[in-house]
């Protein structure tokens, strides 16, 4: 997986709390893309993000969701209030640049479960 | 709307046989992607069409696109039991971005 972290890799929040999942690309990439998978489903975009700005957040819930990616430290995914719906794995990808063909560097995830 | 599409949603096989997914899609793209993952793992990037080439190969994968039908397939040949894992594609159709649109993955079984 060419090095992008994520943490935790498994949290448990009860409804209403927030959830923090963090991402740190592959050392040198300035482009991170969160992804949601839901049980038995494919990966859906949710947001792309470069240093300190959010390029891309179509894939976003309007509500309660928020990525950041700052000009130092890990993108973060905060999800407030969080609902029984939001259970997902959570997967951050890197990449050097937005060259199409240029493969994107998946971590392991993080699973979300809301109790 | 779904993107890629992958047909069988499970496929169970010997050990040793070829295993053949097939993938569809419904508007133009850049690429086509196919990923390996295990069960509660990450992604595994297995190999990159662009929508210019017909037929790839790695190790014992075969990948094929065929842009007029909108499909393409992911052939594994010799499985092994190690191969057990979900299979999906993903596409680009947005110029200039990373912004993949995956399928719901097929379910490999490699029965030893």
């Known amino acids: 997986n060419a090095g992008v972290m994520q943490n935790p890799r498994h949290l448990v929040r009860r409804r209403g709390q927030e959830a923090r999942l963090r991402c740190s690309p592959v050392?040198?990439?300035?482009?991170v893309y969160w992804y949601r998978q839901l049980p038995e489903e494919g990966l859906k975009f949710m947001v792309y993000?470069?240093?300190?700005?959010?390029?891309?957040e179509s894939g976003m819930p309007k509500e309660r969701f928020s990525a950041e990616f700052p000009k130092e430290g890990p993108s973060i995914l905060r999800i407030q209030q969080v609902v029984r719906g939001d259970s997902a794995a959570y997967f951050c990808?890197?990449?050097?640049?937005?060259?199409?063909?240029?493969?994107?560097?998946f971590g392991e995830g993080s699973w979300l479960t809301v109790v | 709307s779904q993107q890629g599409e992958e047909d069988p949603q499970a496929l169970s096989i010997q050990e040793g046989e070829n295993a053949t997914m097939n993938c569809s899609y419904k508007t133009s793209i850049n690429n086509l992607q196919w990923y390996r993952q295990n069960s509660g793992r990450g992604l595994v990037h297995l190999i990159l069409i662009r929508s210019n080439e017909r037929e790839k190969h790695s190790g014992r994968l075969r990948v094929t696109l065929d842009t007029s039908k909108k499909s393409s397939s992911l052939l594994i040949t010799a499985s092994r039991a190690a191969d057990t894992a979900s299979y999906f594609c993903a596409t680009d159709p947005y110029q200039g971005a990373q912004k993949l649109v995956f399928g719901q993955g097929t379910r490999l079984t490699i029965n030893p």
């Open positions: 993000l470069q240093k300190e700005n959010i390029i891309d």
């Open positions: 050392k040198g990439h300035s482009h």
């Open positions: 990808a890197s990449s050097p640049s937005t060259v199409s063909g240029n493969t994107i560097y």
